[in-house]
């Protein structure tokens, strides 16, 4: 490593950290319809937003109306999407006369962006016209993230409020999410992404000669708001194929910092979010402490195990150097590495580089990343309200060793909330487990799969994981788009997205409804070191005892046959 990776991965934590706290309590004061720098701009849009859909802003929901609200929203979406890219051939802004989807492709797809996993089995700029990329992909990403925001406000209100009966306003929450949270930050990213050369454009995709004499068709279109919104919403699907590999999504060093750190900048602001929320800051440094120990074990044994010399290659005339196959060269390996990592903490699943090229230890690292709920910072709002549950199971198991009734910031733990714990904690193994084992028994969705022994059975591991975890960042090598795969990980991006969204907010309904307790000199306390490092081993405890024994018979034997 030289002084430009370190310089790199400085930017970086810099660029993440610094405005957290700042934007965390700026996303406090918009979601609570407080007073912000933007309201005399943005108030009147709000209020306009409200008067056409018949939004009484005013009026609250049970948590029983407020998960009608969000899924009858996220269903609306999906089914406009999936019409969308069916009927693709026959709408416009289609310079390129582009055909409608395959059904199941189109279910596949539709699925993806709705629950905002982005898991794409396409080339985007060889399937998908304009107006499939801005209608139905960029509104996807819109919408999808501030679902995932709206959901950990209401758990948020669930534990700081005392007695309530209500969580907020799905709608409202909605629409302050977008018009407040994401559009700004967008609209300055994709500014500076054009600035440093990604196009935004409705122009016909442009034909070049090559040296060889051969026609190439160079592809634009209205990339940089996509993928402006693709990372700073944690969605990451890309407007080109090969995603943020390509130069046109990715064009220099300073676009890459700038993407790299948008993918976990409103996720670590969340953090601080949620510690206004409850009126203790305190939580928010333990669990940013906790996400932060977790990302660094990831991240530093990833960085060592790709600066490792390849054993099939070792010849001791010849200096060995960090294997170049499957990074981005432009950037270094240092750069695909920290992508690497920070996609598959946050739920995003943008790449820089070939995951499949990833040697063993790193492919690990990203995969138990994803594993463990994707809670290292996560999704907007996902990854937090799932670090949230992770929280209050370590609480319940400090309950119990010391012999009190689990409590957590004033409210005790009963048998509702640990049964609806214990129904998260199923998620994972269902949609990744159930669905990959069915997918591996089965000789012809098995097919899929390029390579022989371990790295073949990562590649279909990845798949259903990424899946599972709404995730959308691809291992390579799996040939993802049939008839069976496109069904399957749509299920298990459905079972990944709600078998979360629909406890949370059962939990955070019941927390709302009770009295908060006075935390006294006896109460276990949750902003210490101590808890700190009892959540960070709860979480890879319970990572661990699901997933090790498919690890082994993938990344670990493979790490374990090298050389030999």
């Known amino acids: 490593m030289h002084g430009y990776d370190f310089g790199l991965i400085l930017a970086f934590f810099a660029l993440v950290l610094v405005p957290a706290p700042f934007l965390g309590r700026f996303y406090y004061r918009v979601m609570e319809g407080q007073r912000t720098w933007l309201s005399p ?103 999808s993230a501030a679902t995932g925001l709206a959901v950990l406000v209401a758990l948020c209100r669930g534990i700081g409020r005392k007695s309530a009966t209500t ?90 910092l700038f993407e790299v750190a948008s993918i976990i900048l409103i996720p670590a602001a969340l953090v601080f979010t949620f510690g206004h929320y409850v009126k203790d800051l305190r939580q928010s440094r333990a669990i940013i402490a906790c996400m932060l120990a977790l990302f660094l074990i990831g991240g530093a044994t990833s960085l ?21 196959e499957g990074k981005e060269t432009r950037f270094g390996t240092t750069a695909t590495v920290l992508w690497s990592v920070t996609t598959t903490a946050a739920s995003n699943g943008s790449v820089n580089g070939m ?51 689990p409590e957590y910031l004033g409210k005790k733990l009963g048998a509702r909330e640990v049964q609806l714990l214990v129904a998260t904690l199923l998620v994972m ?30 590649q279909l591991l990845y798949a259903y994981t990424s899946a599972g975890a709404n995730n959308g960042s691809a291992f390579a090598g799996f040939g993802a788009n049939t008839p069976f795969h496109n069904l399957m990980l749509g299920l298990g991006m459905l079972i990944g997205r709600f078998g979360y969204i629909l406890p949370v907010l059962a939990l955070a309904g019941s927390l709302a409804l009770k009295k908060t307790a006075p935390i006294g000199q006896n109460s276990f306390p949750t902003h210490g070191p101590l808890f700190v490092t009892l959540l960070t081993v709860t979480i890879l405890l319970v990572g661990g005892l699901t997933f090790l024994p498919t690890l082994a018979l993938g990344p670990i034997a493979e790490h374990l046959s090298m050389g030999f």
């Open 429 to 458: 193994p269902v949609s990744v487990l159930v669905l990959g084992a069915v997918a591996a028994s089965l000789p012809g969705p098995a097919a899929a799969v390029s390579n022989p022994g371990a790295h073949g059975f990562s």
């Open 304 to 324: 060592w195990a790709e600066y490792q010399p390849n054993p099939a290659l070792d010849n001791p005339a010849v200096e060995q150097t960090a294997p170049l």
């Open 167 to 256: 969580l907020g306003n799905f709608w409202v929450d909605m629409t302050r999410a977008t018009l407040y949270g994401l559009l700004p930050l967008c609209l300055l990213l994709a500014l500076l992404l054009v600035w440093q050369g990604v196009p935004q454009t409705f122009a016909h995709y442009v034909h070049g000669l090559t040296l060889q004499g051969a026609d190439q068709v160079i592809p634009l279109g209205p990339a940089a708001s996509q993928i402006a919104i693709k990372q700073l919403g944690t969605n990451g699907g890309g407007f080109f194929g090969v995603n943020s590999a390509h130069p046109f999504e990715n064009p220099t060093a300073w676009s890459n």
């Open 41 to 143: 701009i943005l108030s009147p849009v709000e209020r306009g937003c409200y008067r056409l859909a018949g939004v009484d802003a005013t009026v609250e929901q049970s948590w029983q109306k407020y998960t009608l609200a969000l899924l009858a929203f996220n269903l609306a979406g999906f089914v406009l999407l999936f019409a969308i890219l069916l009927l693709q051939g026959y709408l416009p802004l289609n310079t390129d006369q582009l055909p409608g989807m395959e059904w199941t492709q189109a279910f596949n797809t539709a699925v993806s962006f709705m629950t905002n996993t982005n898991w794409q089995s396409y080339s985007g700029e060889a399937s998908l016209s304009y107006l499939s990329q801005m209608v139905g992909l960029t509104v996807q990403n819109f919408v």
């Open 355 to 405: 995951h499949d090229s990833l040697n063993p230890l790193s492919g690990m690292v990203s995969l138990v990343n994803m594993m463990v709920g994707e809670v290292i910072f996560g999704g907007v709002g996902a990854g937090l309200y799932g670090m949230l549950l992770n929280v209050l199971i370590a609480v319940f198991l400090a309950g119990l060793m010391i012999g009190r009734t």
